[in-house]
């Protein structure tokens, strides 16, 4: 089974602090995703990974940041947090090589409140 | 804009009451669909998936979806739920067969089954 594993199910922060999420992926997969669940709003991905070093944005990239220096893992930064920044942060990876490459598999998800 | 649209926000059965879960999306061409399950303090997980070929795709744990091109849908069915069928469903659709960046999610339904 694929495994996509994130470090912090809960985390309080401060309003201005710098925040690290971080994601490990033990299935060799090309992409990692970083995504932002809100109620009645669904899934927003916020920044994309197709290989090491390499980034795009996604829908919501303001106040965020990533950082991929291995395949295996895939790293959030929300640079100085705001209360607005407030949710669940969904952590994804796919395997990126066919049709079926674009099933994307989860973490258990961070719950992150800014105070 | 592509989009996805889930019209239950909150669907409401008993135990043993048929389900069915609307989606649909609005890309003319080729598409990947996706239902993905998450149980109360779970991580998303894959229900089911259809890239081509039949377009009745079974799914984990009873549950089937219907592909209609014709109508751009993609609706979820169970014939008889149980309790530990409770969670939030999320349609994705995958335009075009392109990079799994572009999937989009729905906002979601959430499925409260009574005992």
């Known amino acids: 089974d694929v495994k996509v594993t994130q470090s912090s199910r809960y985390l309080v922060k401060r309003t201005g602090e710098k925040v690290f999420l971080e994601c490990v992926q033990d299935?060799?997969?090309?992409?990692m995703f970083w995504y932002r669940q809100d109620p009645g709003l669904g899934l927003r991905l916020i920044y994309f990974?197709?290989?090491?070093?390499?980034?795009e944005k996604g829908d919501i990239p303001e106040g965020y940041s990533v950082s991929r220096e291995k395949k295996e893992r895939f790293s959030l930064i929300l640079e100085s947090a705001s209360t607005n920044q407030t949710s669940m942060y969904l952590c994804?990876?796919?395997?990126?090589?066919?049709?079926?490459?674009?099933?994307?598999?989860f973490g258990e998800g961070s719950w992150l409140t800014v105070v | 804009a592509q989009s996805v649209s889930q019209h239950n926000h909150h669907v409401i059965l008993s135990e043993a009451a048929s389900l069915e879960l609307g989606c649909n999306y609005s890309?003319?061409?080729?598409?990947?669909l996706f239902w993905y399950v998450q149980y109360p303090g779970q991580h998303l997980q894959l229900l089911l998936k259809?890239?081509?070929?039949?377009?009745l795709v079974k799914g984990i744990k009873g549950f089937e979806a219907e592909f209609i091109k014709s109508k751009f849908s993609f609706n979820l069915r169970k014939p008889s739920v149980q309790w530990s069928d409770t969670a939030e469903y999320f349609c994705?659709?995958?335009?075009?067969?392109?990079?799994?960046?572009?999937?989009?999610f729905g906002s979601g339904t959430r499925l409260s089954i009574r005992p």
């Open positions: 994705a659709v995958n335009p075009g067969y392109s990079s799994a960046s572009k999937i989009i």
């Open positions: 990974s197709y290989d090491v070093k390499m980034k």
């Open positions: 259809y890239f081509s070929g039949d377009p």
């Open positions: 994804a990876s796919s395997p990126g090589q066919g049709a079926s490459g674009n099933t994307i598999y």
């Open positions: 890309y003319g061409g080729t598409v990947n």
């Open positions: 299935m060799d997969h090309e992409n």
